[in-house]
C-alpha cells in the first residue's frame, strides 16, 4: 500500500460544485501539504499543515479551504469549483526538521472543472 | 525561499553518465539543495539533498559548488527509467515549504 494516498484519482466535475480531494498517510508525519501543477508552471504550493492544531496558506490559496482531521489525514475543498482549477493535485508530507527533511508525494489527483 | 534555474529540456544516451545542472545564485547560508524527480503520472519523488559538501545515495551524486550558487545532480548509467523531470529546489532552515521550479525533462536514448 502506497504511504500517501489521494482520492479520487480522476475527477471531472461541473463549474459551481463542491469538491474534496483527500489525502491520508500511514507516515506517521506531523507535516502535511497541498500543491498543484498546471503544465509548464511546475508545482505551486496551496496550503500546509503542522499538526493537527496548525494551517498555513501557501502561495495560492485562494479558492480553496482545508482540513487537518487527524494526524494522518488532510482534506482540500474547492468550495465553487471554477475551470482555472482545472489541475493535477498532489498531497505531500514531511518530518518537522530544520529543511533536511524530504517530502513524500502522493500520485496525485486530476481535477477537470467543465 | 530562493528561486533555482534549470535548463529546460536535456537528452542522453543510456547506460551513459548524465549531469543535471542548477543554478541557485541567492542561496543563504542555511539553505538546503534538493533534488526531487518525477516520472509520468507519478508524484514527485526525492532523490537527494545536501548543504555543502557533495553527497551520495544509491540513486545519484550531488556535487556543490564551493561557493554553493550552482550544483549538479549526477546520475551514473541513465537507463530508461531515469527520463523524468527532474526539479532543483531550495529549503529554508525552517523547512517550511519547497518552490518548485519547472525543472529539466531528461530524455534518455536507448
Known amino acids: 500500500d502506497a504511504d500517501v494516498t489521494q482520492t479520487p484519482r480522476n475527477r471531472i466535475t461541473k463549474t459551481g460544485k463542491r469538491i474534496m480531494l483527500e489525502c491520508s498517510q500511514t507516515?506517521?508525519?506531523?507535516?502535511m501539504y497541498w500543491y498543484r501543477q498546471d503544465p509548464g508552471l511546475g508545482l505551486r504550493l496551496i496550503y500546509y499543515?503542522?499538526?493537527?492544531?496548525?494551517?498555513n496558506k501557501g502561495e495560492i490559496s485562494d479558492g480553496y479551504s482545508v482540513s487537518r482531521q487527524a494526524q494522518a489525514k488532510f482534506s482540500l475543498s474547492l468550495e465553487s469549483a471554477i475551470p482555472n482549477q482545472t489541475a493535477l493535485y498532489f498531497c505531500?508530507?514531511?518530518?518537522?526538521?530544520?529543511?533536511?527533511?524530504?517530502?513524500?508525494f502522493g500520485d496525485g489527483t486530476r481535477l477537470s472543472i467543465l | 525561499d530562493a528561486k533555482t534555474t534549470q535548463p529546460n529540456s536535456m537528452e542522453s544516451n543510456e547506460e551513459e553518465p548524465v549531469h543535471l545542472p542548477c543554478n541557485h545564485s541567492t542561496i543563504s547560508g542555511t539553505d538546503y539543495i534538493h533534488w526531487y524527480r518525477q516520472l509520468p503520472s507519478q508524484g514527485p519523488e526525492y532523490v537527494i539533498h545536501?548543504?555543502?559538501s557533495n553527497v551520495n545515495n544509491r540513486m545519484a551524486s550531488l556535487a556543490i559548488a564551493e561557493d554553493r550558487k550552482s550544483s549538479t545532480l549526477i546520475l551514473h548509467r541513465a537507463t530508461l527509467r531515469d527520463a523524468a523531470v527532474y526539479y532543483c529546489i531550495l529549503r529554508d532552515v525552517t523547512g517550511n515549504q519547497f518552490y518548485f521550479g519547472t525543472g529539466t525533462s531528461l530524455t534518455v536514448i536507448p
Open positions: 545536501g548543504l555543502t
Open positions: 499543515s503542522f499538526d493537527v492544531k496548525d494551517i
Open positions: 507516515k506517521g508525519h506531523d507535516r
Open positions: 505531500a508530507t514531511s518530518d518537522p526538521g530544520t529543511g533536511n527533511q524530504p517530502q513524500h
